[in-house]
């Protein structure tokens, strides 16, 4: 008994060193990148910059700003599990406003956070301002504000391949879909009765699409395209849009110095360019040509 | 406090109060009957038995729940295992308390003096009738109460399956939150039900307790 | 220990076997090898099929930074367990004297207290923590969660063991003059700790095994770095849930049985000193 005990934490210990010793250096999957794809933006720093929010006061005085955002959604919000790396549209969202609000990408502290505990962790200070696929919208105004839009997405479905008989929204009746707590795409297929899973993440989704156990995925098709260009020949997009999603930067309710201060960024770099070129460089990839840029809705 | 009487809110808190309830009472069956089986392969003269006994225990005792509904919900629809979600729940849920159980079982049945079961061995006692009206009614005396602890956790722990698609009384309390009500407020009512369901389970046990008690 | 000798086989359930039965084990035997020899390998197979053993879903696992993620991941886990560890045993005791004590009030007090966290799920506790007041340092509602409902069980833990000392003991203590907090301190709590020790330190793997539920509230402990892990599709072959599962649950599995050694070690130690002062007494 005693020596078995012994011989298995001495097993553990030799497996915990023997892997330690062997780590490779780079990132996986980091060859796929080609070298003839869209450089992404760099964008100037505005070191004067001056918004009198208490929100980038502290950010300020910290040193750090900090950004909620998704990590794993291809080409919007992703984050390399290797290198600790973000990339994505969302992302390089997040980095135009950061830029002009006076702080380096070195300088934004990132932080995941599903669906769910978005509301909250904004309300309650935890990050500084949200960029992930954060539909606008009125309920969620009762409790956070709302930059922009910067993009404009619609809910779609993602299937298998080898699907026929899912063909939109109304074919999903008694079907069984899964998609994220806390999301709106919830309330918008529900009015389709299918039968609903939810997990906090879209990835726990693909995979039980994958594996058969969910007939669709749906949610915002920025979102699922990027699924699909992952997965290509085994998951496609219905390709029908059912609802419009516009997506804002979600920060602290009723901050309005703060709230015209990323319009403004957003603004800026929608009209100099960055941000076409930030979409080429990101959500092109998953096989849509840019869209024209929406109008901000301040108010 | 009143919000729960507004809108549909008091549907949506029942069907997860009672989908708790079916979760918990379904792993309960299912954690009693492994956990037996399991006590029985421990305890039985066949080593190998004894170390899958063994081996089931030591694994699901010292695994995190949450990692094992991981490993349940992503891990058995690629080995061709496909159920709905309340069941991968009841599985991760039942798979763990039953080591839980198998101990106090065997446990149990080792605190029974040996000179009892000889005794009635040298009476001329089979065997099922040495473990029925010897050991066991002994045994259960002692595992009444560890017994109780653990299925007093139970539907505490079953709350993990509400981040795992099944609709019980955690993912109503996130619902709740979502719909930007006071968390105190939604913190009142959820602790509430599950204070009466473990009030339910102790009650259930003590009365249990009551009926086996003898004058010793 | 009996007065008789048994054969180390002996069990309350059955008898010494004879060469019958002991063939007839001999046959279980074999057939439940093989039976869960069938399971095993089936399960393996499937697992193959299933291309959960191509090095591509496995390949996340060979990069330094990967390594060094679930490290850090295994540090913060530690940390929260470490810290809960600590203030659940403090507030236990605190908690179960309180239960003990003979001002009503109080009494009363530390019971509802206790009784109420030992009923609430963790769960639940850590997120209505973590969204009320502890949003910014989601550690603290983890840390916090877990030392109220463990701080509780601890509590019932010590209490059940104070009581369950032999009445005499305490009757002996006050005999001799000693006043409530000595006859506690020197003589109930002493008895109580060493008898309830395993308890407490099976308890203490409870408390281990639950800083998981951290990854809910966005701490990044290390089933949150599994989870993210597992949820870059880093290829064709899906998500590598199976290949997070098979690395993190072994370190759960290893840390939990660290514990449970240093918990048989402690009692080891902790008899072999009582025999040895009874044996100086006789």
Known sequence: MRTSRTLAVVLCAVALTATAACGKDGTPGAAASASDAPKLPTYTVKTDAKVDSPIIAEARKRGQLIIGAKADQPNLGWEDVASGDRSGFDIEIAKMVA???????????????????????IDKGQIDFYVGTYSINDERKKTVSFAGPYYIAGQDLLVKQDNTSITGPESVNGKNVCTATGSTSIKNIQQYSPKITQFDTYSACVEKLLSGEVD?????????????SKYAGKLKVVGKPFTKENYGVGLKKDDAVLRNAISDA?????????????????????????????????? | MGFLFEDDNFALFRDGFLQTIEVSALSALLALLLGTLLAAFRVSPVPVLRAFGTGWVTLFRNTPLTLLFFAVTFGLPPLGVHFSHLVFAVLALGGYTASFVCEVIRSGINTVPLGQAEAARSLGMTFGQTLTMVVLPQAARTVLAPMSSVFIALPRNSAIAGAFSVGELYSAQQTFSERGYSIFAIFFWVACAYLLISATVATFFRFLESRLAVAR | MSLFNRPATASVLYDTPGPKARARYRLFGVLSLIGVAG??????????????????????????????????GLLATLEAFGLAALFSLTLGALLAAGQLSDHKPVRWACTAFTQFFRAMPLLILIVGLYYAFFAQQPMWALVLGLTLYNGAVQAEIIRSGVNAVPRGQGEAAYGLGMRKTQVMMSILVPQAVRSMLPTMIGQLVVTLKDTSLGFVITYHELLFVGKAIASQPINAAGFPYIPVVLVIGPLYIAMCLLLTALARWIEARGRRGANRRTSAAA
């Open chain 3, 39 to 72: 399971l095993l390998g089936y399960v393996f197979t499937a697992l193959a099929d299933n291309g959960q053993f191509d090095a591509d879903l496995w390949d996340a696992f060979q990069y330094n930074t990967v390594q060094q993620r679930i490290v850090d």
């Open chain 1, 216 to 228: 669709a995925v749906t949610t915002d098709d920025a979102i699922l395209k990027g699924y699909a």
């Open chain 1, 266 to 299: 957003l603004k800026a770099h929608e009209d100099n360019g960055d941000w076409k070129k930030a979409y080429d460089a990101t959500l092109a990839a998953s096989g849509s040509a840019a869209p024209d840029v929406p109008a901000l809705d301040r108010y």
């Open chain 1, 99 to 121: 830029a002009d609000l006076g702080f380096t990408p070195q300088q934004i502290k990132w932080q995941t956070l599903v669906s769910s505990q978005r509301e909250p962790a």
